[in-house]
């Protein structure tokens, strides 16, 4: 039997990863002495960095009254707080939350919830979702099976729905043809999702899913101008949902509460997590149209659904606290103007890279493709694992970054990704792009030789 390190089921079954101790600001302490600067947000969640006393308080306090309360008896003061903050205004006419622990679940509530409305419409016919190739939407089965992450599903492919499809991503720098005009890759898109509608049935599909700006998966993928407006018209057509997932792009990350407010369409459902908590408390929610809950309402009555720790109150706090400081110190503003200093300072390090084929983002949520040939645009060979000898050397240098693999079809293709918190200053951006630079030579250096 190998030696066990740890009782902790960790990512890796071979190494035990350092403890972290404490956390400051952009860093995160190491009980080895190291301070890492959190250059993503562990995988972009924490907006406002490590230990912000504002949110520390809020939940100690919010802990001295009131831990846990089961929805089934009680709401709670936090729950309704929070609620109000999101929605209170009916952004784009979404006018209730539903929190749950994060991400996956909210993908999950969203697609029950749409799947809900439609059985007391009348229409139990709408069965299909349609999503993207080259997407992520959670790890739990349905969430898998909505997503198009390759890697990530092969291993429970027998178990995942069949009621999921998925076209051609908005992805420009792989999908783009060559001679092709930003408005022709949309129409082409739209033309294949169109396609899709029809090939399933138009009366059959609830809802098309995607994330405005796509994630982990693919790293800071933004769509065409006029994408998402395309895709809402097709939709309304067909009287099908738009779902959007916003768990790693939204809350703040792109500039905009809502990554969608910069698209020209707003979702019928959303679903949000890890800049809502900014990982203080495990949470995330979906928001809901008030047409769809008003149509449940006068059905059933309630929302077939549930998870033991709906609307927890101390996670609810740390939210509410973390949205408060958001809106209150006017961190959206200082989103837009760091954002622009980290894709400047990309570009000035990266642009005329001979191995970065891409450098794409919005927000703080930016990220670099390496490629084997800038020409034509080939990548590296997996075997490599280049995506995570880039975050190993990082990390070693005090920078945590989050890599991925797979980025252009699931097999091929690598890229690193950044979502430094909201507060980082002018000079940690400067610090998060050097770190970075001096990683992504290192390791190409050791591999090129």
Not at 232 to 253: N, Q, T
Request: charged share 20%; proline share 4%; net charge neutral.
């Amino acid at each position: 039997m190998a030696p066990r390190t740890s009782r902790v089921l960790h990512r890796s079954l071979r190494e035990t990863p350092p403890k972290a101790i404490g956390g400051e600001g952009v860093y995160l302490f190491a009980e080895d002495g190291r301070r890492v600067i959190d250059a993503s947000g562990g995988a972009a969640v924490s907006c406002l960095g490590h230990q912000h006393p504002r949110v520390i308080a809020a939940m100690a306090k919010q802990a001295s009254t009131l831990a846990y309360a089961h929805t089934a008896f009680f709401s709670s003061e936090p729950a309704e707080a929070l609620a109000e903050t999101l929605v209170g205004h009916e952004p784009g006419g979404l006018a209730y939350a539903y929190f749950v622990s994060g991400g996956s679940e909210a993908i999950e509530a969203s697609i029950k919830l749409a799947r809900q409305y439609f059985i007391e419409r009348g229409e139990p016919q709408r069965q299909h979702f349609i999503a993207r190739r080259q997407s992520y939407h959670g790890n739990t089965l349905g969430a898998l099976a909505a997503g198009g992450n390759a890697w990530r599903r092969a291993p429970y492919a027998p178990l995942l729905s069949a009621a999921f499809s998925h076209v051609t991503p908005a992805f420009a720098y792989h999908e783009k043809r060559d001679g092709e005009s930003d408005a022709q890759f949309v129409a082409r898109l739209a033309a294949e999702l169109e396609a899709e509608f029809q090939r399933l049935g138009p009366n059959t599909v609830a809802a098309f899913l995607a994330e405005p700006v796509v994630g982990a998966t693919a790293g800071a993928v933004t769509a065409p101008d006029g994408y998402f407006r395309a895709v809402r018209e097709i939709c309304d057509r067909h009287g099908a949902l738009l779902v959007l997932d916003e768990v790693m792009c939204g809350m703040g990350r792109t500039g905009t509460t809502h990554a969608w407010e910069q698209e020209g369409v707003a979702p019928d459902i959303q679903a949000i997590a890890k800049g809502l908590g900014g990982g203080y408390q495990p949470i995330g929610a979906m928001l809901a149209s008030g047409r769809i809950i008003d149509t449940i309402r006068a059905g059933s009555g309630a929302f077939q659904h549930g998870h033991t720790y709906l609307a927890h109150p101390l996670a609810c706090a740390a939210a509410l606290a973390v949205q408060e400081v958001i809106r209150e110190d006017g961190l959206l503003e200082r989103v837009k103007e760091r954002g622009k200093q980290l894709e400047q300072r990309l570009t000035e390090r990266f642009g005329n890279h001979r191995h970065v084929g891409d450098i794409r983002g919005r927000g703080l949520f930016w990220a670099i493709e390496l490629v084997a040939d800038r020409a034509s645009r080939a990548s590296f060979d997996p075997a490599l694992k280049l995506n995570q000898k880039i975050k190993a050397e990082a990390f070693a240098n005090g920078l945590g970054c989050y890599p991925g693999g797979g980025t252009v079809d699931g097999v091929r293709g690598d890229h690193v990704l950044l979502a430094p918190p909201y507060i980082a200053s002018a000079d940690e951006i400067d610090l998060i792009v050097d770190k970075l630079g001096s990683a992504v030579d290192n390791v190409l250096r050791s591999v090129n030789h």
